[in-house]
């Protein structure tokens, strides 16, 4: 009788078991198949996952873990290398490209594809005036907003007071005497990078206001989009609501001061040009416009950069060969100035010729955004594989960067592999490419060369926990946040 029920229990168990595995684990991908099945192409090759919830918890655990990379790996052991794959991930179907010449094909096409961020990025990181409108007046408002801010002679105009901002920021790191959480003071930086060239002001009240809720903002990008107390995804959106109030009377203010022609000087803060702004019909941004923009800024700026810097400081203390030599060509930079000159020239900035190399290998590896987001306005057949409307489409940006077939021994940090190398078109695209590429790349890149510059010639890093586990979740980073020493070394 005993064994009878053994028998019986074990029974139930394997039935269960194949239910759940056999049944339930491919709902989704016969679900799709079935509703597809009169579509002319068929669905690229992949695995849709649980029901509801897809391959989420998978993604969760492979990006939290530290080994981002499975996630694809796992699909192209099972289904071959072809760079597109059918998936189920942030409550939407979804295909996933990591083929360069496809994903370029994705990014530069406005016509039957959007921006596609999951919930979470939309409610958190939404700026409508340059993402919930048609591609020409996203031209139109691309070329009256970002024009004014990149280009040699804008970011020049910026140069002074980011130097004087890193300066000091070492300088203040140094004199701690207790290890700093490198992540959060590369934000800090940046963020005050990002608060000058909005409001052309270090005005401490604006900084210590809007960053103490800029943590709550970003680490509610990619979280479950549960608007219930305790979630990440709502304690992003009271801090997204609360800096939109610090905002307002800072623009009103502003507005006032242009209406009564107050404004002097030729220099224009981001937060004039956004007040002038113009859409198709003639009008004026509203206020919600402006204040979405600022936020979106923060969200994609400072963030970013920050842990850009964070890394490239890493990746240099790491390889002290490599740092020898962005050294050396800085304290040459240095032995050719002119005794008169205090301070970097934007032509000093292209000499850093080893620099750029540094940085475009820590883009590479470090991957910031590991995917591109968008959304299929209609059917679209890619390499004989459909895309149906309505899908979300990745552009894997990590799986492309860290592919040996474009990058040889791609673990390996190695700034020299940029010498006289000629990139496939799409193969290396950190900041996206087409019209909705990232427009604060060139500022990025400006930011991490004046801040490498000083630390190279004056300061060491000394990590406590070296060999700190990573996190990618929300982004690539030391689970410690880079507890570290900043040590300022002596000048010979």
Aim: hydrophobic share 40%.
């Amino acid at each position: 009788m005993e064994m009878q029920r053994v028998y019986i229990s074990t029974a139930i168990f394997f039935t269960c078991y194949l239910f759940l595995n056999i049944f339930v684990r491919n709902f989704n991908g016969w679900y799709y198949h079935l509703k597809l099945r009169n579509k002319k192409y068929p669905l690229p090759h992949g695995d849709m996952g649980w029901p509801l919830i897809g391959n989420f918890l998978t993604f969760i655990k492979d990006f939290s873990s530290g080994q981002p990379d499975s996630f694809i790996t796992n699909l192209i052991l099972k289904y071959g290398k072809k760079g597109i794959y059918k998936t189920h991930i942030f409550g939407n179907p979804s295909i996933i490209i990591c083929e360069p010449k496809m994903c370029r094909k994705v990014l530069i096409d406005d016509v039957n594809f959007k921006f596609g961020y999951p919930k979470s990025v939309n409610e958190l990181a939404k700026c409508k005036v340059m993402t919930d409108v048609s591609s020409s007046e996203h031209n139109l408002l691309r070329r009256q907003i970002i024009a004014p801010l990149v280009g040699h002679k804008a970011l020049a105009i910026y140069l002074e007071r980011i130097e004087d901002i890193v300066i000091n920021s070492l300088e203040e790191l140094s004199s701690m005497k207790h290890p700093i959480e490198l992540l959060k003071e590369m934000k800090k930086v940046t963020f005050k990078t990002i608060i000058h060239v909005f409001f052309g002001s270090s005005n401490q009240d604006i900084i210590k206001n809007i960053g103490s809720l800029s943590n709550d903002l970003f680490n509610g990008l990619f979280s479950i989009s549960i608007n219930a107390p305790g979630f990440a995804f709502n304690k992003g959106l009271k801090a997204r609501k609360k800096i939109a109030k610090i905002v307002k009377p800072i623009v009103d203010e502003r507005r006032l001061m242009i209406k009564n022609g107050q404004q002097v000087g030729e220099k224009k803060d981001l937060i004039d040009i956004l007040l002038e702004v113009k859409d198709e019909n003639g009008r004026n941004l509203e206020d919600e416009d402006i204040s979405d923009f600022l936020i979106a800024l923060l969200v994609a700026g400072h963030e970013s950069t920050g842990t850009g810097l964070m890394w490239s400081i890493i990746y240099l203390t790491q390889h002290p060969h490599i740092l020898k030599k962005a050294k050396e060509e800085q304290e040459e930079i240095m032995r050719t100035r002119p005794a008169s000159q205090k301070q970097l020239s934007f032509s000093e900035i292209k000499q850093m010729v080893y620099l750029s190399h540094v940085i475009n290998e820590m883009l590479r590896c470090a991957n910031m955004a590991f995917s591109a987001f968008r959304e299929a306005t209609s059917d679209v057949v890619i390499n004989g594989y459909l895309i149906p409307k309505g899908w979300r489409v990745l552009v894997w940006l990590r799986a492309i960067h860290m592919d040996s077939e474009y990058y040889p021994n791609s673990e390996e940090f190695n700034p020299s592999r940029w010498d006289d190398y000629t990139v496939k078109a799409g193969s290396f695209i950190p900041f996206g490419v087409g019209s909705r590429s990232c427009p604060g790349a060139d500022l990025a890149k400006l930011e991490i060369s004046v801040f490498l510059h000083h630390f190279l010639l004056n300061y060491r890093l000394e990590r406590i926990n070296p060999k700190c586990p990573i996190t990618c979740l929300p982004v690539s980073m030391p689970i410690d946040n880079c507890l570290a020493k900043v040590i300022k070394v002596s000048c010979d």
